[in-house]
């Protein structure tokens, strides 16, 4: 009988970066067991299914319905292994609220199925002791859990967990191999966006993330605390002036990039349910006449279909990390702003450290200017990065499919 996988994945409703951890999870499970049968969670479902070729639950992943609880308890009870994971959902440095959510859902799945493996999760910033201590104690749960880089171990390790219940390797969305991006889809987007027939022959991606917004660390995340704020009647602005000196920063940084690149700009915004599009927007407009520009604004593109975009790029200068992930695992020479350390991570990984960028840097004079120098010297050294990355990935890959395998090895 085929092997039942129940996969929990993150926000595949409106995360483009949780999505390409999912396809490579998919493309991981299948490729170590063909006959698999794999169920995903989402709130949508036959857009999922079409996309994943998988069964999906109707179901939102945070939800918060004691029904829903129940009905994925009794799906996980169903099913050989729960795979957990994809993303940076243990941490306390956006809320806490969140990280108890899972702590008690996560616990309680694992009284009705004991075959949980935590799935290349990164373990994000985390100052409170009591939010380490949970940490440790829902990691505990799974038989198995999986991170995505050594310091994520290592944070682990350091707060209690046992050593061999810790596996580290890559994240998954390095998997797909990108297909060149077809004359159907180029035909298609050009007919959406109202662009020049050539606009993807000569094109820069920029994957932004708004930041120095909202106070860190706060009991709820910050989308539920504006609704909460909005609803009392109270101004909803967190009115920190870095955030008005980082968007001046960003809209001279594009000017750059349009300027040392001699491209055309896209812009993605990589999760449609936060303020990505709407900065996309703003900085696009910013760039004015230098090039021409557009923002992939419309959510009708499946992973493999972003991925193939992506893979035609020059260049990438990425501040969400799954922009660079996607673009690095295509082979796109990137750059990346990290806001926290996962970023920095990643590009150790892949030997790029010198082209990854503290996103405090952009507070300071000159950081357009910089970028600009650092894209010139990746775009004229593109033969020599695109090798590298090339045998870079495929460590990558390698140490994604052993993880896997020896964490179901022992299930």
Same mark, same amino acid.
């Given at each position: ?143 198995? @859990? ?65 930041? @120095? ?53 896209? @812009? ?50 990425? @501040? ?92």
């Amino acid at each position: 009988m085929a092997r039942r996988i129940l996969l929990m994945n993150s926000d595949l409703a409106a995360n483009r970066g949780d999505r390409a951890i999912a396809e490579g999870i998919v493309a991981l499970v299948r490729s170590r067991d063909p006959e698999a049968r794999i169920t995903g969670i989402s709130q949508y479902p036959e857009r999922d299914g079409r996309w994943y070729d998988i069964d999906v639950l109707d179901m939102d992943f945070q939800s918060l319905s004691p029904f829903a609880w129940l009905r994925l308890l009794r799906e996980a009870r169903r099913h050989d292994v729960v795979l957990w994971g994809g993303g940076e959902i243990l941490k306390d440095y956006t809320n806490k609220a969140a990280l108890w959510y899972w702590v008690v859902k996560m616990t309680m799945l694992s009284f009705v199925n004991r075959k949980v493996v935590g799935a290349f999760q990164g373990i994000g910033p985390t100052r409170s002791a009591s939010s380490r201590r949970l940490i440790a104690l829902v990691v505990g749960r799974c038989r198995r @859990f999986i991170v995505r880089d050594d310091e994520s171990r290592d944070k682990l390790l350091g707060w209690g967990v046992d050593a061999d219940r810790v596996l580290a390797a890559s994240d998954p969305a390095v998997l797909p191999r990108p297909e060149p991006m077809s004359q159907e889809l180029r035909a298609s987007l050009v007919a959406t966006y109202g662009l020049a027939d050539d606009f993807f022959d000569d094109v820069v991606c920029i994957g932004p993330r708004d930041w @120095f917004h909202y106070k860190q660390s706060g009991l709820l995340p910050f989308k539920y605390r504006q609704a909460l704020l909005r609803r009392l009647g109270r101004d909803v602005t967190v009115g920190d002036e870095r955030h008005e000196a980082y968007l001046a920063s960003l809209r001279s940084t594009v000017r750059e990039v349009a300027q040392a690149s001699g491209s055309r700009l896209l @812009f993605l915004p990589m999760h449609m349910g936060e303020a990505d599009t709407a900065l996309c927007h703003d900085l696009a407009a910013a760039v004015g006449d230098l090039t021409q520009t557009c923002v992939l604004d419309q959510d009708d593109l499946g992973p493999a279909e972003l991925r193939s975009v992506i893979s035609s790029a020059r260049a990438m200068v990425g @501040f969400r990390l799954h922009s660079n992930i996607i673009a690095i695992s295509s082979g796109v020479p990137s750059i990346n702003v990290y806001y926290v350390d996962k970023g920095r991570v990643f590009f150790d990984q892949v030997g790029m450290s010198r082209y990854a960028l503290p996103i405090e840097d952009a507070l300071e004079d000159g950081f357009g200017a910089r970028v600009g120098g650092l894209l010139t010297t990746l775009l004229a050294e593109s033969d020599e990065v695109r090798a590298s990355l090339e045998e870079a990935t495929a460590a990558q890959r390698a140490s994604v499919a052993a993880a896997y395998d020896e964490a179901l090895r022992v299930l």
